[in-house]
């Protein structure tokens, strides 16, 4: 923006706008408020800065450059104001209050922009925060106006800056996730800044103290010793260490921040957290968490609990459970607690007495509140809201409400204008649709007006006091404004499409010109009388950009001029045209038609393109014109001749392109305004050069209005930035001949009052009587260019109406015939039907409908064919990366019988880096291997015996980590014993990577073998089953054999090929091959006819040979013997002789080729079954060798996920190292750092104590001086005798006592409402006038004169002044002691950190070491070789011993060993058990038999021969008798089964119905549920009613009594109701149990 900066000439014609004085400006958008003393508060919107007396409501302004302000802060104490504007390497100024006089200015502390300003609350001191780049803490002393001391902020940016009010030293920094307390460290003439940080809690953490922060160094560095399976599956790209970074936590985030009277900071959070630091202790706690959810009951408790603190106790709420998210953004300490608010606009005043805040009260504002003021006084808050409302509260008041300050709204200004004729009032719109109407006089709000729609353009009307309002919808709004403090809609109309860009009047006040971006200019009658009556419209191309009349009342009065400034595709065109003012009595020649466009040659319509973008038009007579160039930024004036545009001349313009242009009333001066917010004047006669006024921020948006009062002598101006300013002349500061040209516009407003005067008269009586509108039309209503064309066409079509009918009967009877002429077309022959093209009557429209159609259908192809282009695309891309990228593309084989399936390895094709790593890997390891045998060589030669190496013994597969060497011979890796270095790792892993291609590239081998085999396998299969198919041809057969065929996944290219049966759609075919395709059938149909004629050799075939040039035995064979005739015609007993031997001869040959048919088809069935069998066993072999490849894939994949898990180990060892190497130097840069601070420090404290020194010195001078001058007193008064000198050297060492007037100041009855309010006094001063009071006369002895009296008081006052001074010093040697002790300290703490951070650095190298030295190896252990208990997912090694084999077998040998002696031992005692267990169970036995023989013979002693025993004994066939009885058993327990079925599913049936009756005597259940609910919220309602009607009806002497008394009862009452609930709920449970058995089982 910088770079765009010129200088606009100034001549002494210009000077009399530099004499433009801001009258007021009105405008606020929740920037901050600050008091610069107890009534004066002072609020910044753009470029204006506004003085408010809140007592009075007068204003004062103070205008920045051409910048708008930025932060600000003030200092009450020194009345003094300092202020950053917006703009790069912006000072810092200081004015004084009221007289706006330059105080100082701070240069070169910041590149773009300060965040933040603080005064300190006493001294010359003040700190800034910078923004970005520098990121800078600043401490001025603005009287020399020097920076002190600066720190960097970079690594932690701030937004807020505060000072302690009750100790200058300490400071408080937030950023957005920061929070930083300083101290301000002073010594002499040094200063020094020293921030901590403190660590900020994440958003849940709970209320309550926060835990002490431990050492960032005490963690240690402990990598994962186990592999995961997901580091497994990511081999090359490993998850980190799972270490834990406090920093990357998530923290709050401070919005707002203020100071306590016990040194502490309350810190609010976005989320509704509120924070208390106490930097005595330096411990932050958190006060409130909304985001922490304390364990609590049901919300239904919770109410209750709610109400009956409401009721009973009336106790403040807990501020954890009512602050949320937004009610912490602004907050002010007071004496008596917190306010807080934010967003949610409540403004609360917390407890922070107790343990937990309360909110002792609160105030809702209902708008956000985005910052609070205290008045110096303390009695006083404002609250300031964006919406532009400011409210005060006097907090000390009994029952203190909120008073709103002043409501001046808030957003863009988009319109305002003077209201005719006085010009005492404006009316200025915003664009959210808030109407206002302000006083000029006294800059007050006279009234405003919402109209609920957003507003383009505002313009008053100078034939009556009314304004007519664009809005975006359309419409055209007309106000009232005869009564300025109740403005009305009057009148409304929907004139345009879209929206009102620009409106304009003619200077007779009659006519009003609106255009917009639908191609019409509107001309409306502006006089009440004539309802506002649309007279007729003008087309315009394109988009309006700006409207202006000019009227020469004195000239032309029936003829005004309007220019019309519009853009388009073509480019910007200007429409110039002569309107009559007396629209609505011209002829009809005027229009062009019934809907009142204007004709052309009537009002001389003319449309000039414009080389540039017009962004406005303003007319300074009929043919001269004023608009500014967009893209060059100038001004051009230009004349219009005969429809030919002639420029006269060009103006610098704005700094920003766009902009408009306006023009005084009297026609001499012209204003232009743009988004850069300035406003800058010119006159006609002298247009090069301008005055450039800023007014408005640039930021915000610029100006957008500027308006010349009627009589000039006011100038109004508003902008994006919401501020709407009024500019005067400064008369006293104008010369003569200035104010001559200033008061030259009054002169010519007189003439255009005194010829309006009439008519405004009556039109203001008209508008008074029109009654005012509710509400705003809907903006979908009709336009009145489209009523106005309705209306026409209605009459139009009333008015041709029987002709019309006529038209339409005719058309009927026309399209009957040409129906039954189309359906007699189809009905002739083909050849004589005509196209149905031919019978269309309106080929124009027929054509129109194919082109539309032809159109639509080019569209679809467009649209299809970028599909298929991206889809084309998209298929190209899956193609390289899954198809070209491939080395070896992947396939798979599936077994002939079986769902087996085996792929091969795909494998990518190698970049070139890649190829180079594993080249150099290769080299690396050949270079090595070349050393490695050359050392090997010489020791051999040097061996002295001369014995045979050995050679170097081969690495086991259990070493090497895999079976990779088992199917691949050359492969080459190092020793996993000597992987020590990452750059070895690496190598390492090169040669795996190589290793595993191989691998792959060898089993690919395989399956490219057994790939070949299955393809010929299939061609030798679809040979023999062309075979079978002719056999089961010639067996007439109907089984069906299927040739197999290799599957898609066996043939991926089949995937890149889209075959004709996979599109379900039929093909589109271009006209080209539909006629290519026509011309082939057309062929292939010649051909046929031609085959179908006679053809002499075919039928010679046919019927010679039955149309085979071959003869096969077999078909010989199917053929029938044809029978004699005569064994056809006539009956064997009719046969001659001759006969019955051809008949013996063809039954004869019958049977021999019957036997011959039958050996043909045995035959047939023996090579069938040859070939199928063949078939099976060629597929069994094929299956037998696939799964073969199938367990050498196996192994294979093992070997590979071998190697894989290697590069993952070695990957995760690098990352491991690299880790420890970072650390390692993170922890080297600290310690580098610490020494660097330390030696700081150290040269810090030697120049402290080589000051302190020099100080010292100088203190011995001044005591020397001290004693001197005592002794010089003496001498001073030797003329006096000896009494008088005694008694005047007693007075000389007297001095005042000052403990009784501290006591005094203390016990002062007096006390501020300020908290921080802290009486500091000068002990000096009060030193100095204690003894000032010593010397008066009447502390003078009477033995002395007032001659020596004098003589002796100055003598002492050089005394006291010595002594001053020595205490003085003495002070600063002590504050330098202190400082030095403080650095000293700090040298320590920073040598015991270094000492700290020298122990984790070297406890971390040996960390280091011996990880390095501790490698990891893969090893292959068999089934058997591990002894470790597996674990939950996989093996842990980390406490397991690696033992050498030899070692388990000698301790296996000798466990073997003892086992078979104990085995043998165990044998033996095995042996003589079993014989005693053997002779025992023989003797038991024995025994049983005994006893069973001896039961026996007692049964048949005493067996009683019964009935049944005798039928059993003579029933000869006993085992039917039993079938029998077995039957009649089964038949009796299924008849019980049947009834056991019928009884369950009755029982069934039964449970049904009464669980239906259980779910609804609950739903019984559950309404009375809510009827007891509604019951107890009547309960609470009717007792609030009663309680409300007893305090109006009982006296005031007996209501506390009586309201005692009916809560009693009431209580009494609601607690006989909830017993009579409970026992109804006990009975419908009793009932309910009832309907069903309680099916509970007891113990």
């Not at 205490?1367 to 700290?1396: G, P, T």
């Amino acid at each position: 923006f910088t770079t765009l900066l010129y200088t606009i000439k100034f001549e002494a014609g210009m000077n009399c706008f530099k004499k433009l004085d801001l009258a007021w400006s009105q405008g606020y958008d929740g920037h901050t408020l600050q008091f610069i003393d107890k009534k004066t508060v002072i609020s910044v919107s753009g470029c204006m800065m506004k003085f408010i007396d809140t007592t009075t409501g007068k204003e004062k302004s103070h205008r920045s450059g051409i910048n708008p302000f930025g932060a600000f802060a003030v200092n009450p104490a020194a009345n003094i104001i300092a202020y950053a504007e917006k703009k790069l390497n912006p000072p810092i100024q200081l004015i004084s209050f009221p007289e706006f006089e330059q105080v100082s200015t701070l240069t070169d502390g910041c590149m773009m922009e300060y965040v933040d300003i603080a005064f300190a609350p006493i001294g010359s001191y003040i700190l800034t925060c910078s923004s970005l780049p520098d990121f800078k803490l600043s401490l001025w002393d603005y009287n020399s106006g020097t920076i002190l001391t600066t720190v960097s902020l970079k690594s932690y940016p701030g937004n807020s800056i505060s000072f302690n009010p009750l100790n200058w030293k300490q400071i408080c920094v937030t950023g957005d996730q920061s929070l930083h307390v300083g101290s301000i460290e002073t010594a002499n003439d040094k200063y020094s800044i020293k921030l901590v940080g403190i660590d900020l809690p994440d958003p849940t953490t709970p209320t309550g103290p926060m835990a002490e922060q431990k050492d960032v160094y005490a963690k240690k560095f402990v990598p994962s010793p186990i592999l995961t399976a997901e580091s497994v599956k990511i081999a090359s790209t490993l998850s980190p260490l799972h270490e834990k970074y406090k920093d990357k936590l998530k923290k709050v985030a401070p919005v707002s921040h203020c100071w306590s009277a016990a040194n502490a900071i309350y810190i609010g959070c976005t989320d509704g957290q509120l924070l208390y630091h106490d930097t005595t202790t330096n411990v932050l706690s958190v006060l409130t968490n909304p985001l922490y959810e304390i364990p609590s009951t049901s919300f239904s408790e919770l109410k209750i609990r709610e109400e009956e603190d409401d009721d009973e106790n009336m106790k403040p709420k807990s501020a954890q459970r009512v602050l949320i998210k937004g009610d912490l953004e602004a907050m002010a300490y007071y004496q008596d607690g917190l306010f807080v608010c934010g967003a949610n606009g409540n403004l609360r005043l917390l407890n922070l007495d107790t343990s937990s805040p309360e909110v002792l009260d609160s105030w809702d504002t209902k708008s956000v509140i985005s910052c609070l003021a205290w008045s110096t006084a303390y009695d006083k808050i404002l609250l300031g809201s964006p919406n532009g409302i400011v409210y005060s509260l006097f907090p000390s008041n009994k029952n203190a409400d909120l008073n709103i300050l002043f409501n001046i709204k808030c957003g863009p200004i988009i319109g305002a204008d003077f209201v005719s004729p006085s010009n005492s009032q404006i009316i200025s719109s915003r664009q959210n649709g808030v109407v206002q109407i302000w006083s000029t006089d006294t800059a007050e709000q006279l009234s405003s007006l919402h109209l609920g729609a957003e507003v383009s353009t505002l313009a008053c009307c100078q034939s009556s006091r009314s304004a007519f309002i664009g809005l975006t919808s359309g419409l055209i709004v007309v106000l009232d404004l005869n009564s300025p403090e109740s403005p009305r809609i009057v009148f409304e109309n929907k004139i345009h499409e879209g929206p009102i860009l620009s409106i304009a009047f003619d200077m007779s006040g009659k006519l009003l010109f609106s255009g917009s971006n639908d191609g019409h200019i509107i001309i409306m009658d502006t006089r009440a009388s004539n309802k506002f009556k649309c007279l007729g419209h003008i087309d315009i191309k394109g988009t309006i950009t700006g409207i202006h009349s000019f009227h020469q009342l004195k000239v032309e009065k029936e003829w005004c001029y309007v220019a019309v400034s519009s853009v388009g595709d073509a480019g910007s065109v200007l429409t110039h045209a002569r309107i009559p003012v007396d629209l609505h009595l011209q002829p009809k020649e005027a229009f062009d038609d019934d809907t009142f466009h204007m004709s052309q040659s009537y009002i001389n319509q003319s449309d000039c393109k414009i080389d540039f973008d017009a962004m406005s038009i303003t007319l300074v007579n009929p043919s001269t014109m004023v608009t500014l160039d967009a893209a060059q930024k100038k001004a051009v004036i230009f004349t219009l001749n005969a429809g030919k545009i002639t420029e006269v001349d060009r103006a610098n313009g704005h700094l920003l392109k766009g902009g408009s242009v306006t023009i005084s009333p009297h026609g001499k001066w012209i204003g232009s305004y743009s988004c850069d917010g300035q406003i800058i004047f010119r006159t006609i006669d002298n247009f090069k050069e301008g005055v450039a006024i800023p007014c408005h921020s640039h930021f915000q948006g610029g100006a957008s209005l500027l308006k010349f009062s009627n009589d000039g002598q006011q100038v109004l101006s508003g902008g994006k930035d919401g501020v709407i300013a009024l500019w005067k002349w400064n008369y006293d500061a104008l010369a003569t001949d200035e104010k001559g040209e200033v008061l030259g516009a009054v002169d010519a407003s007189r003439g255009r009052y005194a010829s309006l005067l009439g008519l405004r008269k009556e039109q203001d009586a008209v508008l008074q009587n029109m009654s005012a509108l509710s509400a705003l039309k809907c903006a979908s209503e009709s336009t009145w260019l489209e009523k106005v064309q309705k209306e026409v066409r209605e009459m139009k079509d009333k008015t041709f109406e029987p002709k019309i009918n006529e038209l339409k009967n005719s058309i009927s009877e026309l399209k009957e015939t040409v129906l039954g002429m189309i359906q007699g077309n189809e009905k002739v022959d083909l050849i004589e039907q005509l196209k149905r093209h031919e019978f269309t009557l309106d080929i124009d429209e027929r054509q129109r409908l194919l082109n539309e159609g032809d159109d639509e259908i080019d569209a679809i192809k467009e649209s299809v064919e970028i599909e298929n282009l991206a889809m084309l695309f998209l298929k190209e891309l899956i193609k390289k990366e899954c198809w070209d990228g491939m080395a070896v593309v992947g396939k798979a084989l599936s077994l002939f019988t079986g769902e087996l399936e085996v792929s091969n390895f795909p494998i990518k094709k190698q970049t070139r880096e890649e190829k180079e790593e594993i080249q150099h890997a290769l080299s690396q390891y050949s270079y090595e291997a070349l050393e490695a045998e050359q050392v090997v060589y010489n020791s051999k030669q040097k061996d002295e015996e001369g014995e045979e190496d050995e050679g170097v013994p081969e690495t086991s597969t259990s070493l090497y980590g895999s079976h990779s060497k088992k199917y691949y011979q050359g492969s080459t890796q190092y020793s996993q014993f000597n992987l020590h270095a990452n750059q070895r790792k690496r190598d390492q892993i090169g040669l795996i990577k190589n290793t595993i291609i191989h691998l792959k590239n060898a089993f690919n081998k395989e399956f490219d073998e057994v790939y070949s085999s299955k393809k010929q396998e299939i061609s030798r299969v679809a040979e023999r089953t062309d075979r079978i198919r002719q056999i089961l041809s010639d067996l007439k057969s109907n089984d069906t054999v299927t040739i197999p065929k290799l599957k898609d996944i066996e043939n991926p290219e089949t995937f890149l090929v889209v075959a004709d049966e996979e599109i379900g759609v039929e093909r589109y075919l271009t006209p080209e091959e539909e006629a290519e395709r026509a011309e082939k059938e057309r062929l292939a149909e010649q051909k046929r006819l031609l085959e179908m004629a006679d053809n002499a050799r075919e039928r010679a075939l046919d019927t010679m040979m039955h149309g085979k040039l071959e003869i096969r035995p077999e078909d010989e064979l199917q053929k029938d013997l044809e029978k004699p005739e005569f064994m056809l015609t006539k009956a064997e007993n009719q046969w001659n002789e001759d006969e019955h031997k051809l008949a013996k001869e063809f039954e004869k040959k019958e049977k021999h080729l019957m036997e011959e048919r039958e050996k043909y088809r045995k035959a047939l069935e023996a090579e069938l079954k040859k070939l199928q069998t063949a078939n099976a066993e060629g597929m069994a072999s094929f299956d037998e060798k696939l799964n073969k490849l199938f367990r050498l894939k196996i192994e294979y994949q093992k070997t590979i996920y071998q190697e894989e898990l290697k590069i993952v180990r070695l990957s995760r060892s690098i990352h491991v190292n690299e880790k420890l190497e970072s650390k390692d130097s993170n922890l080297s840069e600290i310690l580098e750092e610490f020494k660097q601070s330390k030696l700081k420090t150290q040269e810090e404290v030697a120049e402290i104590k080589r000051s302190i020194d020099k100080l010292r010195d100088e203190h011995e001078l001044i005591i020397q001086d001290d004693k001197a001058i005592e002794k010089q007193f003496k001498k001073d008064f030797v003329d006096l005798d000896s009494f008088t000198l005694d008694v005047l050297a007693k007075l000389y060492k007297r001095r005042p006592k000052l403990v009784k007037l501290k006591t005094q100041t203390s016990e002062n009855p007096l006390r501020s409402s300020n908290p921080f309010h802290v009486k500091v006094e000068d002990p000096d001063k009060q030193f100095l006038e204690a003894m000032a009071e010593l010397d008066a006369l009447i502390h003078k002895p009477d033995i002395l004169e007032v001659e020596i009296w004098e003589r002796f008081t100055d003598a002492r006052k050089i005394k006291v002044d010595s002594e001053l001074e020595v205490k003085r010093h003495n002070q600063k040697i002590q504050d330098l002691n202190s400082y030095l002790q403080r650095k000293v300290d700090e040298d320590e703490a920073m040598r015991n950190k270094i000492e700290k951070a020298f122990q984790h650095l070297n406890e971390l190298r040996d960390q280091k070491l011996k990880f390095l030295m501790n490698l990891e190896i893969q090893l292959l252990l068999k089934q058997g070789q591990v002894e470790v208990d597996p674990g939950v997912f996989a093996n842990k090694f980390e406490n397991a011993l690696l033992i050498h084999r030899s070692v388990i077998e000698d301790l296996n040998s000798q466990i073997v060993t003892l086992g078979e002696g104990k085995v043998a031992a165990m044998i033996d005692c095995k042996d003589y058990y079993k014989n005693i267990h053997l002779l025992e169970w023989e003797h038991e036995k024995m025994q049983m038999d005994a006893e069973d023989l001896n039961a026996k013979t007692r049964d048949i002693q005493t067996l009683r021969v019964t009935k049944e025993l005798q039928v059993f004994l003579f029933e000869e066939n006993n085992a039917q008798r039993m079938q029998k009885e077995i039957q009649t058993l089964e038949k009796t327990i299924k008849l019980n089964e049947n009834m056991q079925l019928k009884k369950t599913g009755d029982k069934k049936r039964i449970l049904d119905r009464l669980n239906h009756l259980i779910k609804e005597k609950e739903a019984e259940c559950a309404t009375l549920d809510e009827e007891l609910k509604e019951l107890a919220v009547s309960l609470v309602e009717r007792q609030q009613i009663q309680e409300a009607c007893v305090a109006d009806l009982m006296p005031a002497a007996d209501q506390r009594m009586k309201d005692i008394v009916a809560r009693r009862k009431l209580v009494d009452l609601a607690k006989s109701q909830s017993q009579e609930v409970a026992v109804l709920r006990a009975e419908v449970e009793r009932l309910r149990m009832k309907t069903f058995p309680a099916l509970v089982q007891h113990n």
